[in-house]
């Protein structure tokens, strides 16, 4: 399963993923069907989690069924409903790259004015360049944007644009993967240009740029005061297995 998985992902665009993978899921899922994990955003339970990624860094246990939602989006779920008011406070949410697992359940709550916008994802309700927002200063309370800033051209600039959208004391959720947890400085290279040497040098054929442990500084120079919240770390062993949670994610609460 972890192959057929990997495969998909690898060959299959995005834009088109993100519109059949729903129903072949549910599918797989009624052979998940258990006890052992439960999902924090869907709440359905299984056995175990499908498994997801490309290649050698293919994770078992990871991908609901039910939603779609991975290890991080079960891990902001439960940081938003424990330690911001966002179930609960009215709020205008601008949503780059919306994760399928979340538009939905969004889109329902009566307290938030919800965005979703994307370059080219059939998701989003908005085509746009993060690098040039189409919306005036200070107009969100809340942005969410992960696993975004390793594509695009300049991730400064895209940061700032957030930034500037966003409300005085407005905030955004703003995640990337790390690929080694070792390395210091970010890196990039703008002559890597090819599929291949991205996938040799960043871990992923998109990627312009592998993140190194200076990732929050660099949300910093876009204007934002960043909050590192090592959440999962205080959660207990139990819960971080019930859920299926990334063990050492860093939640970037960037705040304006």
């Not at 498994?51 to 994770?59: D, E, F, I, L, T």
């Not at 200070?138 to 942005?143: G, K, L, R, Y």
Request: charged share 25%.
């Amino acid at each position: 399963m972890k192959k057929i998985i990997s495969w998909v992902i690898r060959s299959i665009p995005r834009k088109y993923l993100q519109i059949i993978s729903p129903i072949a899921l549910k599918i797989l899922g009624f052979f998940y069907r258990g006890k052992g994990v439960q999902c924090t955003v869907c709440s359905h339970e299984y056995k175990q989690f499908l498994p997801y990624g490309r290649g050698n860094s293919a994770r078992n246990n990871a991908l609901c069924p039910s939603c779609q939602a991975l290890e991080r989006h079960r891990l902001i779920w439960l940081y938003l409903q424990e330690k911001t008011d966002f179930f609960q406070s009215p709020k205008k949410v601008l949503h780059i790259a919306p994760e399928s697992c979340f538009i939905h359940r969004f889109e329902k709550m009566k307290n938030l004015d919800y965005i979703t916008a994307d370059i080219e994802s059939p998701l989003a309700k908005i085509k746009m360049d993060i690098h040039e927002i189409p919306f005036q200063n200070n107009t969100f309370d809340v942005a969410f944007c992960n696993h975004v800033m390793e594509h695009v051209a300049d991730d400064i600039k895209a940061m700032s644009e957030i930034y500037r959208v966003l409300k005085p004391n407005g905030w955004a959720i703003i995640q990337i993967p790390f690929f080694d947890l070792n390395l210091k400085t970010t890196l990039e290279d703008k002559s890597i240009i090819t599929p291949k040497e991205r996938f040799e040098k960043y871990g992923q054929e998109d990627h312009v740029r592998m993140y190194g442990q200076d990732y929050g500084r660099r949300l910093e120079k876009a204007g934002f005061q960043v909050n590192e919240d090592e959440f999962v770390n205080t959660l207990s062993t139990e819960k971080i297995k019930k859920f299926a949670l990334p063990k050492g994610e860093i939640i970037y609460f960037c705040k304006k």
